[in-house]
């Protein structure tokens, strides 16, 4: 069992910037493809990024690439999602998960098989 939690969401304004991080459990957090989802509301699940086992795979959403930076720490057991031109439409509940296929592309919720609770994550215009 995989338990993941996120934290760093909160309000900012347009053009500021967030870190997100998600904690995870577990000794083989090091094998996993870990991945940032989110959900705004009234709208499915989307991809944002994601990060194979050792961060030398990394693939972002078209949306924000080039504003967002996914990370990972082994050691610690942690991933980071920072964002930076926050934009209105990035107001979303952010998800992070964790694909233990070890898959450096997956991109769809049902690809990851443990998800974190989410940390809300409001844009001001």
């Known amino acids: 069992q995989v338990q993941l939690v996120e934290s760093g969401g909160g309000l900012v304004q347009a053009g500021g910037s967030l870190r997100l991080s998600c904690a995870a459990s577990?000794?083989?957090?090091?094998?996993?493809?870990m991945g940032w989802f989110r959900q705004a509301p009234g709208k499915e699940r989307e991809f944002v990024a994601v990060?194979?086992?050792?961060?030398?795979?990394?693939y972002y959403a078209d949306s924000v690439k080039g504003r967002f930076t996914i990370s990972r720490d082994n050691a610690k057991n942690t991933v980071y999602l920072q964002m930076n031109s926050l934009k209105s439409e990035d107001t979303a509940i952010y998800y992070c998960s964790a694909d233990t296929s070890g898959s450096y592309s997956a991109t769809k919720p049902y690809e990851y098989d443990y998800w974190g609770q989410g940390t809300q994550v409001t844009v001001s215009s």
């Open positions: 990060i194979n086992w050792s961060g030398l795979r990394i």
């Open positions: 577990g000794r083989t957090f090091s094998s996993y493809t």
